[in-house]
């Protein structure tokens, strides 16, 4: 992955630091990027600059923002920029300018190689961030680590401004500030969590409530192209990355039977080719299996709607977040209970994801160090502490998977496995 920074960036004024950058993918198959930012004072100029590396002075291209605002109790936002380059060519490096009336930030993301089912890509995988000193290590972990991360999978919370008085808003500024360092350069694929629903009907200021529209802070502030895939939600969505197919779903929007979100991912999982994308990787909040007292079962009604398709589809992986420590479950299933058989456990299942609890990142509420004793047969690696994943896809059949946790000086092992593909390795 290649890092840029200009002479611009040791600016020291406000204005210059008050900007908030962030990457995402910006269709469906990866040949564009949203480019999001914040300008405090002034609306225009809403233009980003971009150009290939080498061919600034002969291909300077430009494309125009979408601009929103939003009010939060007594909080309101600078104008929210949201531009979308598109036609963007593989595997190659771009250099993209934020400008505003005072001064302009340059910066860089490289795309990812052409998709195919054998090109290897490399994803870090970070969830309940918040922005603690915990949070810091947790980030700075990720951005030192060896094996470097081409994009971050984020499996949600993300400021938790609702854990301060009043929602405090500012902490979502302070956040994007936090983040930039990483986010700027490489884009992070976003889902949404508890956190992130921000309802707050009890504050009125001036005998208007204007809190409330749940997820509104999330849903002004970070774009994703859920109209690529057909979905009628930005909290539900799905993109094709390199090798890899990510399905985002929601765990606070409604997804019973003939739901929008029920219906929309009945008709998302047939249509993965696994020749062009062998695999599936799934990132949704509570976890459908938890060994740790803290929100236990939170994802069962979830888990019972949607596993038998996970399992039938062979999903490869389900990251959630959630639950403040770390776990990773076997590849097991429980898909067989009915109301007379008493199969209700999990048992192993080689067509089934493994499913990861990430929500170590630092968030701000501490550790969540309560795990049920004796350790589940279901759990295959259990532990309190912060970290983060990275996963190294390899080929159609191979991925190198690691956590590293935060209490050491250095970014260390605790756990890794080389993970199989369901489809490939076991029959299609």
Known sequence: ????????????????????????????????????????????????????????????????????????????????????????????????????????????????????????????????LGQTADSNQTLEHYMSNPIKGQAVLFASDLSYADDHPNHDNTK?????????????????IWSAGNHEIDLAPNLVRHQININRDPFKPYLHRYYVPYKASQSTSRLWYSIKRVLTYIIVISSYLAYGKYSPQYKWLEQELPKINRYETPW???????????SNHYHYMEGESMRVQFEPWFVQYKVDIVFAGHVHSYERSERISNIKYNITNGLSLPVRDINAPVYITIGDGGNMEGIANNFIYPQPNYSAYRKASFGHVILDIKNRTHAYYCWQRNQDNEPFVADSAWFFNRFFSYGG
């Open 1 to 128: 992955m290649f890092f840029y920074l200009s002479a611009l960036q040791a600016c020291s004024s406000s204005v210059f630091s008050d900007r908030k950058v962030h990457i995402t993918q910006g269709d469906h198959e990866c040949r564009s990027v949203i480019i999001s930012w914040v300008t405090p004072v002034e609306k225009y100029p809403n233009v980003v600059t971009y150009w290939e590396a080498g061919t600034k002075h002969l291909h300077k291209l430009q494309t125009h923002s979408e601009i929103t605002t939003y009010r939060y109790y007594n909080y309101a936002s600078g104008y929210i920029h949201h531009a979308t380059i598109k036609d963007l060519t593989f595997d190659t490096k771009y250099f993209y300018e934020v400008a505003s009336n005072e001064v302009t930030r340059q910066f860089s993301f490289t795309t990812p190689p052409k998709p195919g089912p054998d090109v290897p890509y490399t994803f870090g995988v970070i969830g309940d």
């Open 172 to 188: 979502w500024d302070t956040f994007g500030r936090f983040i930039e360092k990483s986010v700027v350069y490489q884009p992070w």
């Open 280 to 290: 599936v990787i799934v990132i949704l909040h509570a976890p459908w299996y938890n």
